[in-house]
Protein backbone atom coordinates (compact mmCIF):
# COMPACT_ATOMS: atom_id res chain seq x y z
CA UNK A 1 0.00 0.00 0.00
CA UNK A 2 1.36 3.26 -0.84
CA UNK A 3 2.56 5.34 2.56
CA UNK A 4 0.12 8.17 1.46
CA UNK A 5 -2.36 6.08 1.66
CA UNK A 6 -1.18 4.69 4.69
CA UNK A 7 -1.06 8.32 6.45
CA UNK A 8 -4.72 9.05 5.17
CA UNK A 9 -6.02 6.03 6.96
CA UNK A 10 -3.78 6.56 9.99
CA UNK A 11 -5.20 9.97 10.44
CA UNK A 12 -1.61 11.67 10.31
CA UNK A 13 -1.09 15.24 9.23
CA UNK A 14 2.45 14.83 8.45
CA UNK A 15 3.77 11.94 5.73
CA UNK A 16 6.69 11.99 8.58
CA UNK A 17 4.92 10.81 10.97
CA UNK A 18 3.58 7.99 8.92
CA UNK A 19 7.08 6.64 7.95
CA UNK A 20 8.43 6.38 11.30
CA UNK A 21 6.03 3.51 12.08
CA UNK A 22 6.41 2.41 8.13
CA UNK A 23 10.28 1.60 8.41
CA UNK A 24 10.81 -1.56 7.60
CA UNK A 25 14.61 -3.05 8.30
CA UNK A 26 16.70 -4.98 5.84
CA UNK A 27 16.50 -7.75 8.57
CA UNK A 28 13.29 -7.76 8.95
CA UNK A 29 12.29 -8.02 5.03
CA UNK A 30 14.69 -10.72 4.37
CA UNK A 31 12.90 -12.63 6.97
CA UNK A 32 9.57 -12.13 5.66
CA UNK A 33 10.69 -12.40 1.91
CA UNK A 34 12.17 -16.38 3.40
CA UNK A 35 9.08 -17.13 4.85
CA UNK A 36 6.71 -16.14 1.53
CA UNK A 37 9.25 -18.25 -0.24
CA UNK A 38 8.85 -21.14 2.21
CA UNK A 39 4.90 -20.98 1.74
CA UNK A 40 5.69 -21.36 -2.04
CA UNK A 41 7.62 -23.54 -2.50
CA UNK A 42 5.56 -25.85 0.15
CA UNK A 43 2.52 -24.96 -1.68
CA UNK A 44 4.63 -26.02 -5.37
CA UNK A 45 5.70 -28.93 -4.40
CA UNK A 46 2.20 -30.00 -2.77
CA UNK A 47 0.61 -29.43 -6.11
CA UNK A 48 3.54 -31.58 -8.02
CA UNK A 49 3.02 -34.24 -5.65
CA UNK A 50 -1.17 -34.56 -5.79
CA UNK A 51 -0.36 -33.83 -10.19
CA UNK A 52 2.21 -37.16 -9.58
CA UNK A 53 0.19 -39.12 -7.63
CA UNK A 54 -3.12 -38.47 -10.12
CA UNK A 55 -0.63 -39.86 -12.98
CA UNK A 56 0.53 -43.01 -11.17
CA UNK A 57 -3.67 -43.41 -10.74
CA UNK A 58 -4.35 -43.07 -14.21
CA UNK A 59 -1.62 -45.32 -15.55
CA UNK A 60 -1.98 -48.15 -12.65
CA UNK A 61 -5.75 -48.18 -14.12
CA UNK A 62 -4.75 -48.28 -17.40
CA UNK A 63 -1.90 -50.44 -17.08
CA UNK A 64 -4.41 -52.64 -15.16
CA UNK A 65 -7.02 -52.96 -18.01
CA UNK A 66 -4.78 -52.66 -21.00
CA UNK A 67 -1.50 -54.45 -22.32
CA UNK A 68 1.54 -52.49 -23.11
CA UNK A 69 0.50 -53.38 -26.80
CA UNK A 70 -2.87 -51.66 -26.58
CA UNK A 71 -1.17 -48.56 -24.65
CA UNK A 72 1.51 -48.03 -27.31
CA UNK A 73 -0.85 -48.50 -30.46
CA UNK A 74 -2.70 -45.44 -30.21
CA UNK A 75 0.74 -43.44 -31.02
CA UNK A 76 1.66 -46.20 -33.86
CA UNK A 77 -1.51 -45.13 -35.35
CA UNK A 78 -0.91 -41.45 -35.34
CA UNK A 79 2.82 -41.81 -36.46
CA UNK A 80 1.73 -43.82 -39.28
CA UNK A 81 -1.15 -41.26 -40.27
CA UNK A 82 1.46 -38.75 -40.13
CA UNK A 83 3.59 -40.08 -42.61
CA UNK A 84 0.97 -40.50 -44.78
CA UNK A 85 -0.14 -37.14 -45.33
Request: charged share 25%.
Amino acid sequence: MPIKSVNRVLGHTNIVTTQIYAKITTQKLNNDLTMFDNKLNKVFNDVLYIRFCEYSKTRENLSGRLSDTQLARPKIKNIVAKSKS
